[in-house]
């Protein structure tokens, strides 16, 4: 038999797992336990390595003077050790290691009084266990890692006030389970494991009445699903999983009557689709995925009349796309992930932008030649990294290089 571990050593491995987020313990006695939250002065306690849990031992550890209780290694709950559990005084109380869980351990943890109850690690749920998790009054519980849900399993979680509202892990819905999540009286309901939707199931979860609709585990949308999706009456409808969209399905989107359409997932846009979306009637239209875009789908993109349209993720620009690009009113002027301006007409893309009328930001420039990075400095409220960190190149349509002169006034 192994000779037990001495309550010392057992501390000492307490405070490994609080600075290395890891354990190997598998279990303690009582006695380690109540010397453990004796001495434990840290605002969280973190046992990820417990795996077992017995119900005098969960007594003991409920003392502890800290504001979360990690116990994110337990494989198992039975109802008598969740019951101490709850017991627990703190803020936050985490089973993420739980794969399953009963009805009974579900009532008995439903009664914690802190703010935080967190099951991610679920991935199924029935009726009762949803129903008795449901009865849980704190502000925030978490089941974002359910895989599957039938529909009285969504209608008993919807009537919690608890749950948060996120299954990222929910790979597949039918409309009547979409038509009861929809229920949520939450402000935002993320479904971030769709990866697919029919229009009917689209009707469904359209009809939540919040304000946030995260879907942007959506790799492919078609035209009627995207009909359906606009009639979401909030005010944000993501959809950044979506890397490619057809000219019908980028019109049927532009008809969303919300605030923010964000379609930071597509790496490419044609004219047609382009001129689509410049046609959303809401404020903030986000397309940062694109990382080049022609002067054609630019020109369209400059017809956006909202008031924000984000373009952050452009890699390459050519001087007619930036000359279209600088007349944008509504373009927020990030160039972000622009690191280099190298091609023959840099100078022609940095006059048009410093034509632009409003701030234009390269804050991670790093390779330019002096002449583009005077006709940039043409511009007075440009943001670009300090002469000194940038590389200096030979003109890159062969031009001689000039002497470098700082503007007056700038």
């Known amino acids: 038999m192994k000779p037990a571990k001495s309550l010392a050593h057992v501390f000492a491995q307490l405070l490994s797992w609080v600075s290395l987020g890891s354990a190997n313990i598998e279990h303690l006695t009582p006695e380690q336990a109540k010397r453990l939250v004796t001495e434990f002065k840290g605002e969280n306690l973190y046992l990820n390595g417990l795996t077992t849990l017995a119900a005098n031992t969960a007594k003991a550890l409920v003392e502890c003077k800290c504001d979360a209780l990690i116990l994110d290694g337990l494989n198992t709950l039975d ?102 999540l929809a229920e949520f009286k939450g402000e935002s309901l993320g479904l971030q494991g769709l990866t697919a939707l029919d229009a009917d199931t689209a009707t469904a979860i ?81 397309l940062d995925g694109l990382t080049t875009l022609d002067a054609d789908s630019a020109k369209a993109l400059a017809g956006f009349r909202g008031a924000y349209l984000s373009l952050s993720g452009l890699t390459t620009l050519d001087a007619k796309a930036a000359k279209a690009l600088a007349a944008a009113e509504k373009w927020n002027g990030d160039l972000s992930a622009l690191t280099s301006l190298n091609s023959p007409d840099s100078v022609a893309i940095a006059l048009a932008l410093a034509t632009r009328k409003g701030p234009l930001k390269l804050p991670n420039l790093k390779k330019i030649s002096p002449k583009t990075h005077t006709a940039l400095l043409k511009k007075e409220d440009v943001e670009i990294p300090l002469l000194e960190t940038l590389e200096l190149i030979p003109e890159p349509d062969g031009s001689a290089t000039d002497d470098f002169v700082i503007p007056d006034g700038f």
Do not use: M
Request: proline share 1%.
């Open 206 to 286: 359209a009809g939540f009445r919040g304000q946030c609709l995260w879907l942007d585990g959506l790799t492919a949308l078609d035209a009627d699903t995207a009909k359906a999706l606009a009639e979401f009456k909030g005010h944000s409808l993501d959809l950044r999983g979506l890397t490619t969209l057809a000219p019908d399905t980028a019109t049927a989107l532009a008809e969303f009557k919300g605030k923010d359409l964000q379609l930071s997932g597509l790496t490419n846009a044609d004219a047609d689709t382009a001129k689509a979306l410049a046609e959303f009637k809401g404020r903030e239209l986000w």
């Open 79 to 180: 109802a008598d050790t969740a019951k101490a559990l709850a017991e627990f005084k703190g803020y936050h109380l985490s089973f993420d290691g739980l794969t399953a869980l009963d009805a009974d351990s579900a009532k008995a943890l439903a009664e914690f009084k802190g703010q935080i109850l967190s099951l991610s690690g679920l991935n199924t749920l029935d009726a009762d266990t949803a129903r008795a998790l449901a009865e849980f009054k704190g502000q925030c519980l978490w089941l974002d890692g359910l895989t599957t849900l039938d529909t009285d399993t969504a209608k008993a979680l919807v009537a919690s006030t608890a749950f948060n509202g996120f299954l990222r892990d929910l790979t597949n819905v039918d409309a009547d389970t979409a038509k009861a």
